[in-house]
């Protein structure tokens, strides 16, 4: 199974500051599987960013992805008020076929 | 524009079945791939199964021996079925799309499921 770690486990800091949010999986994969997701309160997760680095339909350019083998991240280059909620990182194509990261939470400082 | 929702029993007891299902509006309902996952109270994402093609499923070996995932084309809706329930299934289910390249882009809204005696 592949594991995917996220770090920080919180994240604190204040409007117009970049955020920079870490994915980890246990074993190389492939960029084209990894996705990253919002989650504000009460809601359903939204997509973010799928094939590592391409933004889903209606998502600012402000969120931005990288990475590869193992490691991956999101970055939030000027927080806005509603970008303070949780984030997850998602990978395809092992068994489990979905598996998501624990999640990391911004919040305001 | 796909749009997915989903219902069924909220409260069970151990050992009952868990029976939900998700109608889809919009789109190709068979061209499509859709899944079931579960949020755990405190954050944690679970994919539980899919769905797609004639009705080809995949399952989370974790979950396998308990859940069933079926589909009907002429409602356009697909069911999750998990056997055995304990408390450790009380979460929130969510159906959703899931795209050939394996991102999720819709969500339904989700419906909370509690185990209890």
């Known amino acids: 199974e592949i594991v995917l770690t996220q770090s920080p486990g919180t994240l604190s800091l204040s409007p117009g500051e970049r955020a920079t949010l870490s994915c980890r999986a246990s074993?190389?994969?492939?960029?084209?599987?990894v996705a990253w997701y919002q989650q504000r309160p009460g809601q359903a997760p939204r997509l973010l960013l799928y094939g590592t680095s391409n933004r889903a339909t209606g998502i600012p350019d402000r969120f931005t992805g990288s990475g590869s083998g193992t490691d991956f991240s999101l970055t939030i280059t000027r927080l806005e008020a509603e970008d303070f909620t949780v984030y997850y990182c998602q990978h395809y194509g092992g068994s489990p076929l979905v598996t998501f990261g624990g999640g990391t939470k911004v919040e305001i400082k | 524009q796909v749009r997915l929702q989903e219902w069924g029993a909220g409260l069970l007891k151990p050992s009952e079945t868990l029976s939900l299902t998700c109608s889809v509006s919009?789109?190709?309902?068979?061209?499509?791939?859709w899944a079931w996952l579960r949020q755990f109270p405190g954050r944690g994402l679970e994919w539980i199964g899919e769905?797609?093609?004639?009705?080809?499923?995949d399952y989370n070996p974790s979950l396998k021996s308990r859940v069933s995932i079926t589909w009907s084309t002429s409602k356009r809706q697909f069911a999750l079925r998990l056997s055995s329930v304990t408390a450790a299934d009380t979460a929130i289910y969510y159906c959703?799309?899931?795209?050939?390249?394996?991102?999720?882009?819709?969500w339904g809204q989700g419906t909370t499921v509690t185990v209890s005696s």
């Open positions: 959703a799309r899931l795209m050939i390249s394996g991102y999720i882009n819709v």
């Open positions: 074993q190389s994969v492939s960029a084209n599987y």
């Open positions: 919009g789109g190709s309902f068979t061209e499509n791939y």
């Open positions: 769905i797609h093609h004639g009705g080809i499923t």
